[in-house]
């Protein structure tokens, strides 16, 4: 069978009823867009950072609305020495500093851990710059907490990815169905892993190489329906269940900052 992921960049756009509609565009990797973020270290944040230290990395992270994040933690990579991090975590303000000792290169990276229904999340900020520092002449470095959309580093996505498979029974063996054509839409069941309602999103399904459907979904419980061409179809979780008009699902762990919800479909 046949695994597909999105392949292009997908645009969200209100629609009357509340509904997002994503498209998707040519020549770009794929993905929910986050919409308009904050950006840390600004107005008076920009002021307390100061200038560049030597020896020193630090910053700031905020959410996407720019208010600070506490409790972050923050990773200064030394990149001569395997699995050698200087870690920092951000104050009540959401700045940190951590020093970076030693005539070595550093590259500074960020996570924030979060809990919902009981799962915990651990889920990677967005850097101001990816670039490598010298360790000698420290660096400042700006983090925001995305909730979706493709990582500036073109390294995966924020969020997590919505997959689905064909799963065909007796009844149904010779029916070919094209993946392109199988739009899901999700519903928000409570709040987000950041805590905001969330969109009711409608994806029109793509090809990647994790799968069929959709990447940077903000981290949720969803409602989910699917439908091929405008009819509807049944859905489960995979391998699990019996079919129904509707599942709701919440993401599950594949590896540390990876999240999935795999599901069926069948007319």
């Known amino acids: ?13 209100l629609s009357g009823c509340g509904i997002v509609t994503l498209q998707v565009g040519d020549g770009q990797e794929g993905a929910v ?30 959410d996407q609305a720019g208010q600070p994040i506490a409790g972050a933690t923050i990773f200064a990579d ?5 699995n050698s991090n200087a870690i920092g975590t951000t104050d009540a303000d959401g700045y940190y500093r951590v020093e970076t000792p030693g005539s070595f290169t550093f590259h500074a ?4 851990k979060r809990q919902l229904d009981g799962q ?7 850097p101001d710059s990816d670039e490598p520092f010298a360790g000698p002449t420290g660096a ?13 580093n073109g390294q995966g996505h924020h969020g997590g990815s919505v997959l689905f498979y064909f799963g065909l029974d007796g009844a149904n063996s010779n029916v070919f169905l094209e993946d392109e054509k199988v739009t899901l839409t999700l519903a928000p069941e409570g709040p987000l892993i950041d805590g905001s309602a969330g969109e009711t999103l409608s994806v029109q399904a793509q090809r990647t190489p994790d799968g069929s459907g959709v990447q940077g979904v903000p981290i949720g419980r969803y409602r989910i329906t699917a439908s091929y061409e405008g009819s509807p179809l049944r859905i489960r979780l995979r391998n699990t269940g019996e079919y129904a008009s509707e599942v709701v699902a919440g993401f599950s762990g594949v590896v540390t900052g990876v999240y999935q919800i795999e599901l069926e479909v069948t007319p």
Do not use: C, H
Not at 46 to 53: H, I, S
Not at 78 to 82: A, D, E, G, W
Not at 120 to 126: G, I, N, S, T
Not at 140 to 152: E, S, V
């Open 1 to 13: 069978m046949r695994r597909l992921l999105i392949t292009g960049l997908l645009v969200l756009s």
């Open 33 to 62: 867009n986050a919409g308009r973020t904050g950006e840390a270290g600004q107005g008076d944040g920009g002021a307390r950072l100061g200038e560049v230290e030597p020896g020193v990395l630090k910053g700031r992270v905020v």
């Open 78 to 82: 030394n990149q001569l020495l395997y």
């Open 109 to 112: 990276s960020g996570q924030v």
């Open 120 to 126: 915990e999340y651990v889920l990677d900020l967005e």
């Open 140 to 152: 400042i470095r700006n983090f925001t907490w995305k909730l979706a959309g493709p990582k500036a």
